[in-house]
């Protein structure tokens, strides 16, 4: 078949002059930097349209579903945001009632706010010493589909930011057997499907629709994602209506290309590129696994945490055994030892590895955490203090459109105990919320927000950026409409 970018890259060189958009030109002369203008092109003859794909685009990602082994999957440059936007406008009608994992994306809140939903949540286990969310239990899916049978979807996450699988064969089957689709959020596990060292993805578990963002685990560009359609139990003609609505009616050429170069790349050389991405890993994992008081941390399977499976591509190092927290950590790693990490959490961080990464980089990595951990070794253990962290359920009082769009009014932090939030609140990453709006304010709330700034975590989502204020709801409104 002829490849997207293959054709870019043989159009580039050609004397076609462009009478139409982008106003660069493809003359490199016309921009500071070095951009890829001879390769970025808008919707000229024989190269198809992204919104009525009937040539090479349709080719292409055809050839994604066959890789994928899904009935269909379609390219989203506008990131996992776009794919889950459209997924879960598509699956429910405007004003109707979804499920979701409480530890879902910011950008599943969204899609709830822009399509008025009524929104019920599944509260997955979690570690408070390590503040690492578990999975989602199978029993609470089937207990709240029993108290609400008009949900019409459900969408969890898996995994998680931290590698975290659920039970998504047997959630699938429960969803099901109510009638209405499961959308997984699968934006960490698009590499699942090229080596059995991973678990299996959700697309070859039951899954209704999957997301992926290829530019997280796979070598391609930064925006690029994939929405498969696995069933028919959510309309194919609403998903591409939708994913009309949330992506640019120009998309980048460049964009599409890098996700065509993608699965070419492992359709070709996949297997290779796994053995020795996973071969490099497992070693890390090996030398890591020996550190003493910066500890890798493998999440265990079983009921407790309702972890089904973890995905051994994140390295979660934990600070707990030792006299940093994971912002201290993150800090030294990246200023002695220059390597950047995917996240900083209280008690850890995380290192996302691909299949992208060198066995130089895992060697950096590993003589960097061998170093510090040395360094520790040297303190006194006995000062080390270990307090847990808790996010309690919080009491859901409106829609979350309701509250976004409802008169609010501005009230100091400390004195918004009791109060209905209007507005989010989270750390990125992962991005998933603190407080939705629509929640009741509580204590616990505000001393986690408290210890989160102190401890110099980014706080984002509230209007306040000095994060000493939050927007409530207004006190001359006196109705909290579900």
């Not at 973890?310 to 600070?319: A, E, G, V, W």
């Not at 409530?472 to 909290?480: S, W």
Request: charged share 25%.
């Amino acid at each position: 078949m002829e490849r997207l970018y293959k054709k870019l890259e043989e159009y580039g060189k050609t004397d076609y002059y462009p009478f139409h958009m982008p106003g660069h030109k493809r003359n490199p002369l016309s921009v500071a930097g070095d951009f890829p203008v001879e390769k970025d092109i808008t919707e000229i003859d024989g190269f198809d349209n992204l919104h009525h794909p009937e040539g090479i685009l349709k080719e292409a990602q055809d050839a994604a579903a066959r890789l994928y082994g899904t009935e269909e999957s379609f390219y989203s440059i506008n990131g996992s945001t776009g794919a889950i936007l459209a997924a879960v406008s598509a699956a429910v009608r405007k004003g109707g009632h979804i499920l979701i994992a409480r530890n879902c994306h910011k950008a599943v809140y969204h899609a709830a706010y822009l399509r008025e939903l009524r929104v019920s949540y599944i509260y997955p286990q979690e570690d408070n010493k390590l503040g690492i969310n578990g999975g989602i239990s199978v029993q609470n899916v089937e207990r709240c589909l029993q108290e609400s049978r008009d949900i019409e979807a459900v969408l969890i996450t898996s995994p998680t930011y931290d590698g975290i699988v659920s039970d998504v064969k047997k959630i699938a089957e429960t969803v099901h057997s109510y009638g209405i689709p499961l959308i997984v959020d699968e934006a960490h596990g698009a590499h699942f499907v090229f080596s059995d060292y991973f678990p299996v993805s959700a697309v070859k578990l039951g899954a209704d629709v999957v997301i992926h963002s290829v530019h997280k685990t796979l070598p391609a560009m930064t925006q690029t994602a994939l929405l498969h359609r696995c069933s028919s139990r959510v309309d194919r003609n609403l998903l591409i209506r939708f994913l009309g609505i949330y992506q640019s009616s120009s998309p980048s050429y460049v964009l599409m290309s890098s996700i065509d170069a993608c699965m070419e790349k492992l359709q070709r050389d996949g297997k290779e590129m796994f053995r020795e991405f996973t071969r490099n890993l497992e070693h890390a994992r090996q030398r890591l696994s020996r550190c003493v008081h910066i500890r890798l941390i493998t999440p265990e399977t079983g009921e407790e945490m309702k972890i089904y499976d973890y995905d051994r591509s994140k390295l979660i190092l934990s600070t707990l055994h030792s006299t940093l927290n994971g912002r201290q950590l993150h800090q030294i790693l990246r200023e002695e030892f220059h390597l950047e990490m995917e996240m900083e959490a209280e008690n850890y961080v995380l290192a996302l590895t691909a299949a992208g990464d060198r066995e130089e980089g895992f060697q950096r990595l590993c003589s960097a955490v061998e170093e510090i951990d040395r360094r520790e070794s040297l303190k006194d253990k006995k000062t080390v203090k270990i307090e847990g962290t808790k996010n309690a359920e919080l009491n859901a009082l409106m829609k979350i459109s309701h509250a976004m769009d409802a008169s609010r009014e501005r009230c100091p932090l400390d004195e918004s105990i009791g109060r209905i939030s209007v507005e989010f609140a989270y750390l990125y990453p992962p991005g998933t919320p603190l407080i939705v709006p629509g929640e009741q304010i509580t204590g616990l709330f505000v001393k986690n927000v408290r210890r989160y700034l102190e401890e110099g975590f980014e706080l984002q989502g509230l209007s306040d950026l000095s994060n000493r204020t939050i927007c409530v709801l207004a006190n001359d409104v006196t109705e909290a409409s579900r």
